[in-house]
């Protein structure tokens, strides 16, 4: 019998620090309570009880930037909501992600002119990018996933 | 009560305002009335009092920019024409009024009478057209933009307006493009 196995019907579960911080994160990853256009309406509708977002401890939007761990930019950034947007990302607390959701967010989508800011990258910078126009709740709950990923993967050497 | 019936607008303007009266268009089935810009005030008072007509409701005020390498004025008599579309509520009668405004000499903006006074809605439809195609409505209360960020430049539905600032991005200029576009660091 193994000392694994032993601990183990003790009810002990040996780990990282990295990987047990990381797993607590990805638990609770709180988004901020917006959306900019149409996209928020299926961003609802993935917090709905149909696709349950609460599944991955998301169920709660802050309407506070203080008290939330994600941005999920639901919809196109005209160039006069930029600054909020941008205003809002820094008053979040670190650690923070940002999800831009959909076509608009992600490049501009098909609002190729001078009032939309052609990706919310251009002013914060984004972890996932989700296409679709709008993305089904199916595929923002895929971004959140890979979100997921992302953050399960970080070091602790790299924080600051 | 008796209400006087309701009377032709065109004619009356004619008779009442003769010096301001240019020409009148007639197109599926709507008015255009044309008349001199310096002049708007008072006709707009006229056509909102006078027994007959009492156009007391304005629905819309719309700016064209007719821009000569773009299709041109032809046989208009200046580059932005302002229209002014009203309803008498009263007798269930609309009118367009036109006025037509160049730009000066030296490149300043076109200059309209502001008809706030005469119909208070104005004020908005007025910083909307102000916004967006670059005329000063004179007398309006608020000359503040309307639409666009307060620091903007530059009128967007003008003609020679930029539609955008970056190109359709396909995988044959993408590496073009990312050159120069801005990413937002932490």
Not at chain 2, 35 to 58: D, H, K, P, W
Not at chain 2, 95 to 103: A, P
């Amino acid at each position: 019998m193994g000392v694994t196995q032993k601990l183990g019907d003790l009810g002990v579960v040996t780990t990282t620090l990295e990987t047990a911080i990381n797993w607590a994160r990805t638990g609770a990853t709180w988004p901020l309570l917006f959306g900019l256009a149409c996209c928020a309406i299926e961003y609802m509708s993935t917090q709905g009880g149909r696709y349950d977002l609460a599944r991955f401890g998301m169920e709660l939007n802050r309407a506070s930037p203080r008290q939330a761990d994600l941005m999920i930019v639901a919809g196109r950034v005209t160039r006069k909501m930029a600054p909020v947007v941008r205003n809002l990302y820094d008053q979040m607390a670190n650690p923070k992600w940002v999800i831009a959701m959909g076509d608009c967010a992600s490049c501009g989508g098909v609002y190729n002119n001078y009032a939309v800011v052609q990706g919310v990258d251009e002013i914060i910078p984004v972890d996932v990018y989700v296409a679709g126009c709008p993305p089904r709740p199916e595929q923002l709950i895929h971004g959140i996933l890979t979100l997921h990923e992302k953050i399960m993967g970080e070091r602790i050497k790299d924080w600051a | 009560m008796q209400i006087k019936p309701a009377i032709n607008p065109v004619e009356a303007v004619k008779a009442a305002l003769p010096s301001a009266f240019i020409t009148v268009v007639e197109f599926a089935g709507e008015t255009t009335l044309v008349v001199e810009a310096a002049q708007l005030v008072a006709v707009s008072l006229y056509l909102r009092n006078t027994a007959g007509l009492i156009y007391n409701f304005l629905s819309d005020i719309s700016a064209v920019d007719y821009y000569e390498p773009t299709g041109g004025i032809g046989d208009r008599p200046a580059r932005f024409g302002v229209s002014y579309h009203i309803y008498s509520m009263l007798y269930n009668n609309r009118l367009r009024v036109k006025v037509y405004v160049d730009e000066g000499d030296d490149g300043s903006k076109p200059v309209v009478p502001s008809v706030v006074s005469v119909w208070p809605a104005a004020n908005w439809l007025e910083r909307e057209a102000s916004d967006m195609m670059g005329i000063v409505f004179e007398g309006n209360p608020d000359q503040r933009r309307l639409l666009m960020p307060d620091d903007w430049q530059g009128h967007p539905h003008r003609r020679d307006y930029p539609l955008g600032y970056e190109t359709v991005q396909f995988s044959f200029n993408v590496e073009e493009i990312m050159k120069h576009k801005p990413v937002a660091k932490e």
